[in-house]
């Protein structure tokens, strides 16, 4: 296992060197210029000399290899540059901003699996009736409502029209609870639809046909021989999950004025901020790889076949 | 089966329980007395009087000031300065210090204070040449301790306008002063800058020792809220007292609804800029004056500002507003007369083919590139309208919508037919903007470039920005823009505006600028 995780790890440095490499000249493939954003930014009417001064600031006046290598040769001591807007140190801009997403992402991750959970098992155990009706039509729902809309209808009714809740800002936990909601829901209702169809499919397998023939309660037959079972996909499916509620928050936080990295990027983006945006690709490469690395570790260990097969494939 | 719907239950009833608790923990939404709530899309930044992004001008205008203030219409008052002498060649500039300013740690406002200033500025001359004056400043002496000299090259006639800028000449404490910027922000503002939370808010307390009217609010929190539309919730809610300033700050869509609900106090302020059209002599076909003369009858602006601008920006007859100095000129406007239009066409030559609908001449058909920025809303529905109204008298306009920065690219290269612009609004207006249109890289100047006297009009630019003679200067700005005028370079729509939203707040106006929010004004309503 160790090994496992160490060779998983070994991966990263060559995935972070290219989605650097990617990440930079895409960046430069879009037609803006970060100059003419510093100078409006800074109300400076976008003359030739102020351009050109501009460029010369942000280390834009050299050639595009050199910009390169001398950004990833700070890079390599941890230094990834100035923002082009705040004008500090981007990595210690964006960890200052990151628990902040950590924190909605990790709420959006525990509400998911705790709702969902229990409306999946619901819906499969009343198959074709009412409670499945609705687990199922919240997922249409659910899964077809854009996150960003589902925040301003949220923030309508609760916050402007019943006055229940802050509409933005990080504070309490009444602060966490639309934001949550908004970037959980997605999720939830894959979460739930699936847990469903993973569990009816075990349902119709030999082995608990072979539990209800023995006699066992039903009770015990939903926990220990199908609910056990179906769970497999879920995990996976949460890893997966992971990527979309961290993605999710890049617009939510925007919207409930959460002060994260997403809120950060996006004005990021909007500025076209290099530095940040590269840091932050590379930040999300990470956390993405550690979260996948975590799901598989744990995969593994729920599931003895892929464990066997593992040190048989060895 | 029974266990399991209990605890199923169980469950929700306890999500419930949780929420309502969640719901209950809520702080009260309203702010306490003497402190101000109002919101920008950023925080403020380190603040340095001398230096531009991250730092935000609304907030360094709060805590730094200018030896000269700016007033609307173009008036300059003393502040820091309490009197000045020019030179008979309009090159010395004397001025005498206000007494009894401190900086907000205590030192003195003096001749030494403000010459440390200027020599941090010009110690970074590259940083600000887009400003004229800094180019212009020769030395700056200290005559003695409540006395200073400023000597200039030419007699640049703005130096007072300029003097007045929120950037780079305000004046920071000489403590806090180093070569890599300030230390901290230290000013002798009716404000101080006491906490920053990144990405979440400013906290400005009252300057005890201001040597001006004390504002009644003791504290101006500044939240970080950058998206417009979460602004106007956060002001509905009642987590913001205030919205202040231009499209950026809320949108006409909000304050209209705010205006109609009767959500808050609303205003708009006198114009503050113009909000225009380029059009290009130097490209066929507006390189006819006939043809550009038909562009500005052919448009109905007062259905744009009705329609499109929801009546909140005044409609724009001429590129800058008459409160504006040197601007009152009484030009005649080009009316919206579509009929005059198409009889401009047909004497140019532009006539409609028979069974068709755009113009045509020697088989060219009647044809113009329109510019905007894409991803404007505002912009794409006034472009379409625009187009519209020219295709009502044959005229195709074709819209290119690109973002941003390849429309600014398109305006320093001038690859357009119409593009939009905006003036820079008071106190720019219209000395500096006016200076701009000389060069190249400006969308001003290759609207011009196709003008047969393009040479003369920027000979009379750099004579008006020179000249010590007041009767020369009116006469100089009446010919240039004159000129503009009757060679219909440009098409101004409306007048910008700023606009307020307020809850609980008494004696909101509005500053000669948009970035200047006169907060110290304002007060708690009873």
């Known amino acids: 296992m160790l090994r496992f995780i160490v060779g ?27 100059a003419l954003d510093y100078l409006r ?71 998911t699996l705790a709702v969902s959970l229990p409306l999946g098992i619901w819906a499969a155990r009343h198959r074709d009736r009412l409670p499945d009706h609705l687990v199922r039509a919240l997922a249409f729902v659910g899964v077809s409502i854009p996150n960003f809309w589902l925040g301003f209808l949220l923030v309508l009714l609760f916050a402007v029209t019943l006055n229940w809740l802050p509409p933005l800002g990080r504070g309490g936990l009444s602060h966490l609870v639309m934001p949550v909601v908004a970037v959980a829901l997605m999720s939830l209702c894959i979460n739930a639809r699936l847990l469903r169809a993973s569990m009816l499919e075990t349902a119709g397998q030999r082995h608990v046909l072979y539990a209800r023939l023995r006699g066992l309660p039903e009770r015990r037959i939903v926990q220990n021989h199908i609910l056990r079972n179906a769970l497999l996909p879920i995990v996976t499916a949460t890893g997966m999950h992971i990527g979309e509620l961290l993605g999710g928050t890049l617009v939510i936080e925007n919207i409930f004025g959460w002060p994260g990295v997403g809120r950060y990027a996006v004005s990021a983006i909007y500025n076209r901020d290099y530095p940040v945006l590269q840091c932050f690709t590379l930040l999300m490469t990470v956390i993405f790889v550690l979260c996948n690395l975590l799901v598989d570790v744990l995969y593994a260990w729920l599931d003895p076949r892929i464990r066997v097969l593992r040190e048989v494939g060895r | 089966m029974a266990q399991w719907r209990k605890r199923l239950a169980a469950t929700v009833t306890a999500s419930f329980f949780l929420a309502a608790a969640m719901a209950g923990g809520q702080a009260a939404a309203a702010s306490s007395q003497g402190t101000l709530t109002y919101s920008w899309s950023a925080n403020v930044g380190p603040l340095d009087p001398h230096r531009y992004s991250p730092n935000q001008m609304f907030a360094q205008a709060m805590v730094y000031e200018p030896l000269v203030h700016y007033r609307e219409g173009g008036t300059i008052e003393p502040w820091l300065a309490t009197a000045w002498t020019i030179s008979p060649d309009g090159r010395t500039y004397d001025f005498t210090l206000r007494e009894g300013a401190v900086f907000s740690d205590g030192t003195p406002f003096d001749a030494a204070a403000v010459k440390a200033n200027f020599d941090a500025v010009l110690s970074q001359r590259s940083r600000h040449d887009w400003l004229e004056l800094i180019g212009q400043i020769q030395s700056v002496e200290m005559l003695d301790s409540r006395r200073i000299r400023l000597s200039l090259k030419d007699p640049y006639y703005p130096t007072l306008l300029e003097l007045a800028l929120i950037r780079p000449v305000r004046f920071a404490s000489p403590s806090v002063l180093t070569p890599e910027g300030v230390r901290s922000p230290v000013g002798t503002g009716p404000w101080m800058l006491t906490e920053t939370k990144r990405g979440e808010y400013d906290v400005f307390t009252r300057n005890p020792s201001y040597w001006g009217p004390k504002p009644a609010y003791e504290r101006i929190v500044v939240k970080v809220i950058p998206d417009p539309t979460s602004r106007a919730v956060a002001f509905e ?11 950026g700050q809320i949108s006409a869509d909000s304050f209209t609804r705010f205006k109609a609900r009767g959500t808050g106090q609303t205003a708009v302020s006198a114009p503050l800029a113009t909000r225009t059209m380029a059009i290009n002599s130097g490209r066929a076909p507006t390189s006819e004056l006939a043809v550009r003369r038909a562009v500005n009858h052919a448009v109905n602006k007062d259905a744009i500002v009705a329609k499109l601008l929801y009546g909140l920006e005044p409609r724009a007859d001429m590129l800058f507003a008459a409160n504006f100095p040197y601007t009152n000129l009484g030009l005649v406007p080009y009316a919206f007369d579509p009929a005059r239009a198409a009889k401009l066409l047909d004497e140019a030559g532009w006539t409609v083919p028979a069974g068709g609908t755009v113009r045509m001449r020697d088989g060219q058909p009647l044809r113009v590139e329109l510019c905007f920025i894409g991803n404007d809303a505002r912009e794409k529905a006034l472009a379409e309208a625009i187009q519209a109204n020219l295709r009502a008298v044959g005229f195709d306009a074709v819209l290119i919508g690109e973002e941003e920065n390849a429309v600014q690219a398109r305006q320093k290269d001038g690859r357009f037919g119409l593009i939009f612009g905006d003036t820079w609004g008071a106190p720019y207006d219209p000395h500096s903007f006016v200076s701009s249109m000389r060069v190249p ?30 009767t020369a200067r009116q006469t100089l700005y009446r010919d240039i823009l004159t000129i503009l005028h009757e060679q219909a370079v440009y098409l101004p729509l409306s007048y910008l505006t700023a606009m307020s939203v307020s809850r609980g707040v008494d004696g909101v106006g509005f500053g000669a600028s948009v970035y200047e929010i006169p907060f110290g004004a304002m007060r708690p309503a009873p």
Do not use: C
């Not at chain 1, 070994?10 to 970060?34: E, H, I, K, N, Q």
């Open chain 1, 41 to 111: 930014l800074s109300n400076i009417p976008p003359t030739d000399a102020a351009v050109a001064a501009a460029h010369q600031l942000l280390g834009l006046d050299r050639p595009l290899a050199e910009q390169y290598l001398s950004w990833l040769w700070q890079a390599l001591h941890l230094d990834f540059g100035l923002s082009y807007v705040t004008r500090r140190p981007v990595l210690d801009d964006l960890l200052y901003y990151l628990p902040a997403t950590l924190q909605l992402g990790a709420a959006a991750l525990v509400v």
């Open chain 2, 237 to 247: 809610t009642g987590e913001i007292d205030l919205i202040y300033g231009g499209t």
């Open chain 2, 441 to 470: 890289a400006h969308a001003d100047y290759q609207a011009q470039r196709g003008l047969p006297m393009k040479a003369e009009i920027d000979a009379k630019i750099s004579a008006v920005l020179v000249t010590t003679d007041e």
């Open chain 1, 8 to 34: 998983r790890l070994l991966t990263l440095p060559p995935l972070l060197l290219a989605v650097s490499v990617g990440v930079f000249l895409l960046l430069r493939l879009g037609r803006g210029d970060p």
